[in-house]
Each structure stands twice: as C-alpha cells, then as structure tokens.
Nanobody, 125 residues
Framework: VQLVESGGGSVQAGGSLRLSCAVS????????LAWFRQAPGKERGVVAI????????YYADSMKGRFTISQDNANNTVYLQMNSLTPEDTAMYYC????????????????????WGQGTQVTVS
C-alpha cells in the first residue's frame, strides 16, 4: 500500500487548507484511513479517521467542527478539509492506512497503522 499526501502549505490564521491522500496498492475492502499530525517536540496524534467501507468518521475533540475527512472512492483519495486554522494547527500531517473495519472500533494510536505517507507540512501564522 502506498500513500501520497499533498495540499500542505502556509496559511494565515483563520484560513483553510485541503489535504489529499492518494492511496494505491492492495487494500482491504473496508479499512481505517487516518490523518495524524506531529508538531516539533510533540507526539504524533490522531486528527481524523474514516472507515472506507462505511464512510463512518471519527475526529479528535479539538478538530470537531473545523476539520472534515472525506473520501473519493473513484479516485482512491481521502481528503482532510481544514477550516478556521490556528497557529496551534501547525504540524506535519500524515495519512496512514490501518486495520480492516467499518467503524465499530476506532483505532487512534499511530502504532495501530501499518502504512504511512511521507507527510505534508502545514504552517499557520
């Protein structure tokens, strides 16, 4: 499985960005695709998760109402729409493909995800 992120960049506080994660290779019919982020000196933490088969979603508390995870099955791409960005959102953002599932159990720890993209930097000033 290969994951390629894009869409990061620099934006002013209050602005928006949309990140993309292009997925290729052999995947489960339904699996968890997550966005994580890691700021300098901080641990990698979950941002949002989507169960690709059901479309069910999970958000970290601080992202609810601001971020939206979605998928385009025809293009094997998962998106992260980020609105009302603040400097605290500055981080490297990674997409990761994890275990099979439809949303009954949410996997929010980085070590539960086997495949990772290279990351895309988001800087909010």
């Amino acid at each position: 499985v290969q994951l390629v992120e894009s869409g990061g960049g620099s934006v002013q506080a209050g602005g928006s960005l949309r990140l993309s994660c292009a997925v290729s290779g052999d995947t489960y019919i339904s699996y968890y695709l997550a966005w994580f982020r890691q700021a300098p000196g901080k641990e990698r933490g979950v941002v949002a998760i989507i169960a690709t088969g059901s479309g069910s979603t999970y958000y970290a508390d601080s992202m609810k109402g601001r971020f939206t995870i979605s998928q385009d099955n025809a293009n094997n791409t998962v998106y992260l729409q980020m609105n009302s960005l603040t400097p605290e959102d500055t981080a490297m953002y990674y997409c990761a493909a994890g275990p099979p599932g439809t949303g009954g159990t949410w996997y929010a720890m980085p070590n539960e995800y086997k495949y990772w993209g290279q990351g895309t930097q988001v800087t909010v000033s």
